[in-house]
């Protein structure tokens, strides 16, 4: 009986353990909606958002703190944070190294050009172009993919969108719902490709076999914000709907 009951105590204290359990999680914050500065110099957005939505079902504290795309996987493994909420597209390589929630979005990738631009119009026309991509991305990849073009990555994507206003690239891909938005604010910029990013969508982010079990946690937390409305909400208030 006794063994019993320090079992049934061992278990409660190692709910009580996660509960309590701080989670740091690292974001980029250069990509809006999902994660940026806000006025107040804080870090704001869907992902933040949803990682409250989240804490409030699995039962724990988090922080942010601001870690640049490309290096946001290196910090993970080396136990500078404990996750990753910065709309990461889910892809196999990146499998190699961490493990992935349950996607929470999913996109395409858009290319985006100069409205006064006529000389563009197909994709093979880009081997002799500059591209702009955002650091890290998917996006990146696909665009050094393309031989003979000129890749010109920049640390957030309002860089890449800056640059080719200012000609210093000729074209710019995107995700979708990032790009969407750009192109609502920037009339002069338009969409002139659409095409699938070949990733199964954003999602967190865990250190490869080391959280099994509060990765089921959170995808069973994912599930229980979209039955009861909450996902919906956030994807209103953050225009993605």
């Not at 172009?129 to 890749?151: D, F, P, Y």
């Not at 920049?154 to 206003?165: D, F, V």
């Amino acid at each position: 009986m006794k063994k019993f009951l320090k079992l049934v105590l061992a278990a409660v204290l190692a709910v009580s353990c996660l509960n309590a359990k701080e989670i740091v999680f690292g974001t980029d914050a250069e990509y809006p909606p999902f994660g940026y500065m806000n006025e107040q110099n804080q870090i704001s957005g869907f992902d933040i958002d949803l990682v409250d939505a989240i804490s409030k079902k699995v039962g724990f504290e988090y922080k942010f703190i601001k870690v640049g795309f490309d290096a946001l996987i290196p910090a993970l493994k080396a136990g500078k944070i404990d996750a990753i909420a910065a709309s990461m597209s889910a892809t196999d390589e990146r499998r190699k190294s961490v493990d992935f929630t349950d996607p929470y979005i999913f996109t395409k990738n858009l290319y985006l050009k100069m409205a006064t631009n006529k000389d563009i119009t197909s994709k093979d026309q880009l081997k002799t172009k500059r591209i702009g991509a955002m650091l890290g991305t998917v996006q990146e990849s696909v665009a050094n993919s393309i031989k003979g073009a000129k890749v010109m990555p920049t640390e957030g994507i309002a860089g890449s969108i800056m640059n080719l206003k200012a000609g210093k690239v000729d074209v710019v891909i995107v995700d979708s719902s990032v790009g969407y938005g750009y192109l609502k604010k920037n009339k002069d910029i338009i969409n002139w490709l659409e095409e699938s990013d070949g990733s199964d969508g954003f999602a967190m982010a865990f250190d490869k076999d080391k959280q099994t079990e509060l990765l089921a946690k959170f995808n069973q937390a994912l599930k229980d914000i979209k039955q009861d409305g909450t996902y919906d909400k956030l994807l209103e208030k953050y225009d993605l709907k």
